[in-house]
């Protein structure tokens, strides 16, 4: 009678063990069914807010003065009339934000701090701040009027013809889809 009530505590201890076990390692991973709704959430939300921006803020009308473009060390032949890949950032964005669309221009264009293709646009950074690219925009203080401004996020957006077209927000957890957004831009206007 001894060896079978020692049996079965034996055989409880195990169970709970067991289960105390079990509920560890659950408690530790996020089960494949778990991370696959939190993807397609992220995703859910990413692609409603680029249907957002790309509404609220397609189609503003940019005027650069003449002054303005040749004071910042464009290209005399730059003109708000041809196709250009802008990308709008300030100091007040996050350095990841801006460092992932950086790093994402560089892997689509060889050549992103001297492509004519290409303009950067920043603001509020301090007036001694060294800017390494050829085709830039320094507002200073300023800002375009474009709503997204606001937010204080990095964003693309192609300028053609004084217009802002195509609003692209990159986010480093969705990067396949800036690679597509670029691939995209740069086969539609400036591969020939």
Do not use: W
Not at 37 to 66: P, R, W
């Amino acid at each position: 009678m001894k060896r079978i009530i020692e049996i079965v505590l034996l055989i409880v201890i195990l169970i709970i063990s067991g289960l105390v076990l079990v509920l560890q390692i659950k408690k530790n991973e996020i089960l494949p069914n778990d991370k696959i709704k939190s993807e397609m959430l992220n995703l859910d939300l990413f692609t409603k807010q680029s249907i957002y921006e790309a509404v609220i803020n397609n189609n503003k009308d940019l005027k650069f003065s003449e002054k303005l473009i040749f004071n910042h060390k464009l290209d005399k032949d730059f003109s708000v009339n041809r196709p250009v890949l802008v990308f709008r950032y300030s100091a007040y964005n996050c350095n990841v934000c801006t460092d992932f669309g950086i790093k994402k221009l560089e892997e689509n264009f060889s050549d992103y701090k001297n492509n004519a293709d290409l303009l950067f646009i920043l603001s509020d950074f301090p007036l001694d701040n060294k800017i390494e690219y050829s085709n830039f925009i320094d507002l200073n203080k300023e800002r375009l009027g474009i709503p997204l401004e606001n937010a204080n996020l990095p964003f693309f957006f192609m300028l053609i013809g004084g217009h802002v077209q195509h609003v692209f927000i990159p986010d480093s957890n969705l990067p396949e889809y800036t690679d597509i957004y670029l691939k995209e831009v740069k086969k539609r206007y400036f591969d020939n």
